[in-house]
Every structure is written in C-alpha cells, then in structure tokens.
C-alpha cells in the first residue's frame, strides 16, 4: 500500500497477510482522486473515514493536507496498524476511534467536510449507509461523501447523489447534500 501524493508521497506499507480488509488499489484511489479534485481542495479540511481498514485513504487524506482525519475501524489489529502507520509518518492529525461505524455515525454530532467510506462490499447493511449518513447530517453544507462498493449495488436514485465512478472492479458513487441546489434555485428567484 502507497501514498500516491502529498506530503507523504510514495511511502509504503506493507499490510500483514492475515489481514481480511483490502485497501482500495492505488489505481482506483488515484483516479478517484484526481475526480475529487474537481469537487474540493483537501488542504485544511476535516475527514471521515469509515470502515477504515488498512488506513489507506486515511494516509492519503493526511498526506493532501486534510487538517484532521477521523478513522474509524471495528477490527483491533487493523486499528492496531492504522495507529502504527500514522506513528510511522509521525502525524497527530488522524484520530482513530476503533468501533462499530453504526453506532458512531448514530452518535456523532461532528461535521466533516470530506467523507469516504469503504464497507466489507457483503456488509448485509452497505446499502443503507448513504442514508444514514445523510440522516444524522454527518456532511458540512458544501462536503462530499463518496461511498465504495460493489459492481452490484446502484445509488443513482439516491436523492443526494451526484456521479458513479468505476475502476476496474471497485465502484465509487458520489454525494453532495441538497444544500446547495436549494441554494442555486433561491439565488435564481431573486
């Protein structure tokens, strides 16, 4: 696993084998990326990571200059490694918080400017967390959430849904709240 960019450009982590979570590949996460980049800049910006696995987009989202990185990972050795991986490039900026992504995002009452999240793609519950995520108002008013999932799964009709990205067998759907077009319809009122 690589950081593609940033600060931390090129560094390497070699994840144990006995892990069950497969970072996202760094083809996919470098081309979803470089979409994001038309949508915002990470510099200075607060982050949810859920599902964090590995910490790859973690690392990444430190590594383009996100102010702080919330990761949120269930598995104590895969939280184990994102905290060794974060001690490793000597950042304070990533706070990991190592529990169920459902009861926190129930809990939370933070906002995040960028959001990523990256479910087991069998997670009997992956088709509910955009709503959930828009239901507890986890997004900042001018955020972007992107969701990573299966071929299988479709959120077009997600009423907060913006674009469907895929590379290779890794899809990435888009959200932006409703906030803003609500905004644009006003402005063209008056």
Not at 47 to 67: N, V, Y
Not at 137 to 152: N, P, R, S
């Amino acid at each position: 696993m690589r950081i593609i960019t940033g600060l931390y450009k090129g560094r390497h982590f070699e994840i144990p084998r006995s892990f069950k979570a497969r970072p996202t590949t760094d083809f996919a996460k470098e081309n979803i990326f470089n979409v994001l980049n038309g949508y915002l800049d990470f510099d200075g910006l607060v982050a949810l990571d859920l599902f964090a696995g590995t910490g790859s987009i973690s690392l990444e989202l430190i590594s383009r200059g996100c102010r702080q990185v919330v990761s949120v990972e269930q598995d104590r050795d895969h939280a184990r490694f994102i905290d060794q991986c974060m001690k490793k490039i000597g950042t304070d900026r990533c706070l990991l918080i190592r529990g169920d992504v459902f009861r926190f995002v129930k809990s939370c009452k933070q906002k995040f400017d960028f959001i990523f999240a990256d479910p087991p793609y069998n997670l009997p519950d992956l088709p509910k967390v955009p709503d959930l995520v828009f239901e507890h108002q986890l997004l900042a008013d001018e955020g972007v959430f992107v969701f990573e999932h299966g071929k299988h799964n479709d959120f077009s009709s997600h009423p907060c849904f913006r674009e469907h990205r895929a590379y290779g067998s890794v899809n990435f759907s888009i959200f932006k709240n409703l906030v803003e077009e609500e905004d644009a319809l006003e402005e063209r009122r008056e």
